[in-house]
């Protein structure tokens, strides 16, 4: 499966952005679908992650209660509603997709990446 990420951008403190991630192929409801983000000089972080029919989310503590992620499988599509942003969440930001069985919070667990988003929130 290939991944498109976008709907990145600058935002002030405080403001939202939606990001979405596009999804080649037929099989896209077979898998679980994450977001990370990288800053730079950093590692890439789990962000959050659904499961393959949208019935499960698992999220970094460090975004729950202020970011949201969705999927449609008729679009092949995942999103990531980012409210109350801050400074700290100025990263690229990727989208994946995981065939295990169970959600998964591990980068290395997933098998294919979009290209990355870069969001910025100014202070």
């Known amino acids: 499966v290939q991944l498109q990420a976008y709907g990145g951008g600058l935002v002030q403190a405080g403001g939202s952005l939606r990001l979405s991630c596009a999804a080649s192929g037929r099989t896209f409801s077979s898998y679980n679908m994450g977001w990370f983000r990288q800053a730079p000089g950093e590692e890439r972080d789990f962000v959050a992650a659904?499961?393959?029919?949208?019935?499960?989310?698992y999220y970094a503590d460090s975004v729950k209660g202020r970011f949201t992620i969705s999927r449609d499988n008729a679009k092949n599509t995942v999103y990531l509603q980012m409210n109350s942003l801050k400074p700290e969440d100025t990263a690229v930001y990727y989208c994946?997709?995981?065939?295990?069985?169970?959600?998964?919070?591990?980068?290395?667990?997933?098998?294919?990446w979009g290209q990355g988003t870069q969001v910025t929130v100014s202070s």
């Open positions: 994946a997709a995981d065939r295990h069985l169970l959600i998964t919070t591990k980068a290395s667990d997933y098998d294919y």
């Open positions: 659904i499961f393959r029919s949208g019935g499960s989310t």
